[in-house]
């Protein structure tokens, strides 16, 4: 095992039992991964894969059948690390009739906080995550969006070294989807090791640096984002706009080094561009409606 790893499984198992002790679910076979420190680690698999088994393994909240794993070097069943640890469940349990500042101050008086460092950290993390102007709002009248930044803030309380977050971006839309990431991307610039386990796979792509895929319980591709999106047999050029002579010019050159070329074509962004393009224009010049087929210009 290398030393600096935050997270270390070894053929890590866990099967499920049912309440006569006989095993009912093979939820994890034989994982084996390391997490680096500072990294963004996308756990990634259908559901029922294993995710959010290996999550509670991780974090002690279940016991391996098999195998080893350690957390930030200790045995992950010593529930003291958990400390330094964030976890964001796929379903926060918040206090409904608690509004943000109580909520925070709550969670930090668990960890023993004074209450001018929980002030501090409550301004800090309201401001994060944008609910300044909800922090006085119980969280009953919260949206979905809303409940999942404060389950964030929460989740970020104690100021850890390692985040668990388990779909953060399920349920929010496109724009509460961009900001979800862009938070993620900041608490690896703070330095932090995240690991998200998500079924999203354009918002995994877009913060990942690197990402394990599951399917039944088993490790099946594990790697960087851009390695595994690369197709190393295939080259492709971006130019300005051409006109046909200069392509069958390139076509020749092409041909002349035994290349062949196989598409030409204008680049496409992504619908998820397209739809916060079209907001922001939206927002900048509220009368402006674009004709069929027209589309806000790139960012
Ligand atoms: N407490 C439990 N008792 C029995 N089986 C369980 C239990 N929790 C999970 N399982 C089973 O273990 C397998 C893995 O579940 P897990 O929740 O880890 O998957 P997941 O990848 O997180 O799925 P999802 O994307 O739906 O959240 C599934 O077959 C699930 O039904």
Known sequence: ?????????????????????????????????????????????PNG??????????????FPSDGEVSVLGKPAHEVTKNERIGYLPEESYLYRFLNADETLDFYGKLFNMTAATRKQRRDELIEMVGLQHARRRQLKEYSKGMTRRIGLAQALINNPELVLLDEPTSGLDPLGTRDMKDLILKLKADGKTVVMSSHLLADVQDVCDRIAILYGGELKVVGNVKDLLESRDETQIMSSQLSPEAISEVESVLKKHGATVKSVSHPTSTL???????????????????????APGRV
């Open 1 to 45: 095992m290398s030393a600096e790893a935050v997270i270390q499984t070894r053929n890590l198992s866990k099967t499920y039992r049912d309440f006569w002790g006989r095993p009912k679910v093979k939820a994890l076979n034989s994982l084996t991964l390391d997490v680096q420190p500072g990294e963004i680690f996308g756990l990634l698999g």
């Open 49 to 62: 894969s294993g995710k959010t088994t290996t999550l509670k393994l991780l974090l002690g909240l279940l």
């Open 272 to 294: 998820e561009d397209l739809f916060l393009r079209t907001v922001e224009e939206s927002k900048a010049r509220p009368g402006r409606r674009f004709a069929p087929g027209e």
